[in-house]
């Protein structure tokens, strides 16, 4: 590196700084117990608009959506749209009546809409539930960053992040973390926006980047690399005629030698390579290697796999074999080329294909210059639908609606969101505030994908060490100013870091809440006094903050953007058909809504933990890639579930249907001027 | 106070009341969410049937990218914005709801 590291650090800390100090700052003015709970809901609509998107934008949207697309091309650029676009959603159908309707809390909403203080209980196990899932990719976010810039450990970061944090909300409360939340997203915007200009100025824009994937590299930093490669570009037949430029196996290249550590088989499948199809990669190993495994078949699809070809000696890897376990001595270099499979009678088959290869241990190599990136998808494949994210269990249609799916009712059911739209002073400026909140993601939004973009081309050794990840915070440090570098760097850690803290605040706000207002409140202590609740308000954030700390350390192996999916799962298979029928359906029973959304919410959070287990081979079992896919993309049965099993239980329970129910539902619809909205925290 | 008012009425009435609100802002909403379904799950399918139009190059982008990269995010607002305002007005002509449930009544 160079003598400016520190500066990242700094950013980093005046960003923490900024956030106790602001908190403080508004702490001085949260006195009573609705300005704990919802800030006084005396939040001007552009300052709500700019927490709530300040609270939305965590680690995941800050460095996953980065890191995920520039794995897996166009798929990943769903996981953006829909995390803005869910809010239209909500906008249409949830915003206005839920606001209306004066409940604070999801479980506020149960007992009101059914008059029944049992289903509170039900509503409260789910927000702590998705809260708890969705803290454990903040943490992980936490560590990851501070072990990037300053080599912290793991948990390091994550009490760092947490101790700020559970500060600020058991002292502030919601309104302490109003202003916190909305000066950390325009931090944020910042932060994503600004180093990408730079950047653009010397390996070009967004499109140029694009472009390369489709054979022009004019201008981009893959152009910089060809100059520098020794031989000439492996010539590989096009497949279709209009792409003859085009090699569509190609990877990006490296461009200098990168050292690079890859992980032991204990971090399956990090200790993975595998190598382009497009040409030569070659690995020097200063310390030598164990090479665990060889595979040959890396690029086939799965169902190739058992052909018999397969386990004959690679050509292309000289002097190994497959199967075998290898030892490259001190110093060794393994260089690993494309190559062609013939069958007995000698005709060539699949073109060109390359090897795949597992370290047993933790394991240093140089990546030479030149060398076509490991672990990279091929160019075309990156840049069209249908890549290697929705087409790895061959139903790339029925995964790609799934997830919109997932997402864009997750977004309308994330209970820390939802408690936002309580610091609206009416419906009306509650959908004002979502519009405001849809424009300022929107813009956000556009950004990530950039970083992905040109991360792809321009630092592509992140690839071979499964840290695409950090690209946000990796990239700017490739400048040739190491001062200009390290600032930009520094200015993504710092938005990184806002990350965490404003999504951390908001769970925590949302879990203590729950905890204090709804179980020691309602539940334990229903005759307690508006002080003590606030005095259980505060103990409940330092509970659950120490809670949050320790199940971050655990979860150091688990993909952030992975963890966050399994929150939208369970909340788009429980909450949001809660709220969709209990606004809109005034035939929905606690029966029916606590049975679907109970039923449905387990049934797709164990079958996304089952594809989890099965991936870490804790578990195995062999199923068919149709159900594979659903596994993992519960979405598109749990919601059609969980809601018809409310239509249903619904149904079968007609004498459940509260007698006041015509009031209800004029409560949750009529404009404020007919007088009907009522508030269940006094001011 | 209209509040009690409201409370005061018919069962039957606070019913048709409810109903007239519901089906105008339903009928608003389901319009506009429809818009929004069509485009986000029609992009999937036009790359899935049509994929040589999905990957028309356009400005360096494919097609398909640039409308889910970029075009989708104004587009969205531009849906909330028609929204809002459609929602606020609609709201505007119930505040009065005597009239509402004197038209509800004729229906």
């Excluded at chain 1, 308000?537 to 952030?560: N, Q, R, T, Y």
């Amino acid at each position: 590196m160079s003598g400016f590291a520190w500066i990242p650090v700094l950013c980093v800390a005046l960003m923490t700084a900024a956030t106790i100090l602001l908190g403080v700052y508004a702490t001085r003015k949260a006195k009573t117990a609705s300005d704990f709970f919802v800030a006084g809901r005396s939040v001007s609509v552009f300052w709500n608009a700019s927490a709530i998107s300040g609270e939305y934008l965590s680690a995941a949207s800050f460095m996953g959506i980065a890191g995920l697309l520039m794995k897996n091309g166009y798929d990943a650029l769903w996981y953006p749209v829909c995390y803005a676009t869910g809010y239209l959603f909500l906008l249409l159908f949830i915003a206005g009546p839920l606001r209306r309707f004066g409940a604070y809390t999801i479980p506020d909403f149960a007992e009101g809409r059914f008059d029944s203080p049992g289903f509170r209980k039900v509503a409260v196990t789910f927000v702590l539930f998705i809260g708890f899932f969705y803290t454990m990719p903040q943490m992980k976010g936490a560590g990851l960053t501070m072990g990037e810039i300053l080599n912290w450990p793991y948990w390091a970061g994550i009490v760092l992040v947490g101790v700020v944090i559970t500060f600020n909300v058991a002292f502030g409360g919601m309104k302490g973390i109003t202003f916190v939340q909305a000066f950390q997203y325009w931090a944020k915007l910042f932060a994503i926006s600004a180093p990408i200009f730079v950047l653009a100025n010397v390996y070009g824009g967004y499109g140029t980047n694009l472009a390369a994937n489709a054979g022009k590299t004019e201008g981009t930093a893959r152009d910089l690399v060809g100059s520098k490669i020794e031989g000439p570009r492996t010539a590989i037949v096009a497949t279709t005629r209009d792409e003859s430029a085009t090699d569509p196996a190609s990877t990006p290249r490296i461009a200098r030698d990168t050292p690079i550590t890859i992980k032991g088989a204990d971090a399956y499948p990090a200790n993975v390579l595998a190598f382009s199809r497009a040409g030569k990669t070659r690995l020097e190993f200063p310390e030598g290697a164990v090479i665990d495994k060889i595979f040959a078949n890396a690029l086939l699809k799965a169902d190739q796999l058992r052909e018999p070809y397969e386990e004959g000696i690679a050509p292309g890897l000289r002097g190994l074999e497959v199967g075998d376990r290898v030892f490259v001595p001190k110093g060794g270099v393994l260089e690993v080329s494309p190559y062609s499979s013939h069958r007995p009678d000698g005709l060539e088959l699949h073109g060109p294909r390359a090897a795949r290869i597992e370290f047993k241990e933790k394991t240093t190599a140089i990546l030479k210059a030149g060398s076509f990136a490991p672990n990279a998808p091929p160019d075309l494949t990156w840049l069209r639908p249908f890549g290697p994210l929705s087409s790895k269990h061959g139903y790339p249609l029925l995964y790609t609606y799934s997830l919109i799916i997932a997402l864009i009712c997750g977004t309308a059911g994330l209970p820390h969101i939802l408690v936002r739209f309580y610091t609206n002073p009416d419906g009306r400026a509650a959908k004002r505030t979502t519009l405001w909140v849809m424009v300022m993601l929107g813009v956000f939004y556009v950004f990530p994908p950039v970083w992905g973009t040109m991360g792809r081309n321009i630092l592509p050794s992140l690839y071979a060490i499964n840290k695409t990840d950090a690209v946000v915070i990796r990239l700017p440090t490739i400048l040739k100013s190491p001062l200009l570098g390290q600032i930009l760097s520094g200015i993504t850690s710092a938005g990184a870091f806002a990350a965490f803290m404003s999504t951390f605040s908001g769970l925590l706000v949302s879990m203590s809440g729950a905890l204090a207002h709804d179980i020691y409140g309602k539940i334990l202590r229903p005759k307690s006094s508006a002080g003590s609740r606030l005095v259980a308000f505060k103990v409940a954030a330092i509970l659950i903050g120490a809670v949050s700390m320790g199940l971050g350390m655990l979860v150091e192996s688990f993909d952030i953007t992975l963890m966050v999916g399994w929150a939208f799962a369970i909340a788009a298979c429980s909450y949001f058909p809660l709220l969709l029928l209990g606004a809109w359906w005034k035939g929905l029973t606690k029966v029916g809504a606590a049975g679907g959304m109970l039923i449905g919410g387990l049934l797709s959070l164990s079958a996304i933990v089952s594809t989890m287990l099965i991936d870490k081979k804790v578990i195995h079992l062999e199923v068919s890639p149709l159900v594979r896919s659903l596994l993992e993309q519960p979405a598109i049965w749990g919601v059609p579930l969980s809601v018809g099993l409310m239509v249903v239980l619904s149904k079968l329970t007609p004498g459940l249907v509260p007698a006041d129910i015509h009031l209800k539902m004029l409560r949750l619809h009529a404009p404020e001027e007919l007088g009907l909205s009522k508030n269940y925290i006094d001011h | 106070m209209t509040d009690r008012d409201l409370h005061a009425l018919s069962e039957q009435d606070q019913a048709r009341l409810a109903r007239a609100v519901m089906r105008r802002q339903a009928s608003l909403s389901l319009r506009v969410a429809s818009v929004f379904v069509v485009l986000v799950l029609g992009v999937p399918l036009v790359n899935y049937l049509k994929p040589d139009l999905a990957n028309t190059p356009v400005l360096d982008f494919t097609a398909t990218w640039l409308f889910l990269g970029v075009l989708i995010y104004p587009i969205t607002v531009l849906l909330s914005f028609y929204f809002v305002g459609a929602s606020n007005r609609i709201e505007a002509s119930c505040a009065d709801w005597r009239k509402t449930l004197a038209e509800e009544r004729d229906r």
